[in-house]
């Protein structure tokens, strides 16, 4: 299984910005670049929720509406690793962000993907 491990979350004021990375490891005899990536959110009380997805050669990325024209992700298949960059935060955007892995993936959704990182938080005051 493929390990993901989070990491550039923290405390940001409303309107801000952050940089996540997910950073991958243990593709058993695959290659990064066969994975599609994709970030999610939990707030506290709130189920999972997508916030978005990226092809595993980057050329195509999905968001979610809660997000869209606020953050991008990118990936560096040189450097095992995926980036969602945020901008414009909210506090709305407050919740621990997982990182996910779908080998040979195309789905956008939570139920779609394999592996999983154990979380960031992310907290936004205002």
């Known amino acids: 299984e493929v390990q993901l491990v989070e990491s550039g979350g923290g405390l940001v004021q409303a309107g801000g910005s952050l940089r996540l990375s997910c950073a991958a490891s243990?593709?058993?005899?695959?290659?990064?670049?066969?994975?599609?990536i994709g970030w999610f959110r939990q707030a506290p009380g709130k189920e999972r929720e997508g916030v978005s997805c990226?092809?595993?050669?980057?050329?195509?990325?999905y968001y979610f509406d809660s997000v869209k024209g606020r953050f991008t992700t990118s990936r560096d298949n040189a450097k095992n690793t995926v980036y969602l960059q945020m901008n414009s935060l909210k506090p709305d955007d407050t919740a621990v962000y997982f990182c996910?892995?779908?080998?040979?993936?195309?789905?956008?959704?939570?139920?779609?993907?394999?592996?999983w990182g154990k979380g960031i938080l992310v907290t936004v005051s205002s």
């Open positions: 243990g593709f058993s005899g695959f290659s990064f670049d066969e994975y599609a």
């Open positions: 996910a892995a779908a080998f040979r993936g195309g789905v956008c959704h939570r139920d779609a993907m394999d592996s």
């Open positions: 990226i092809s595993s050669s980057g050329g195509s990325s």
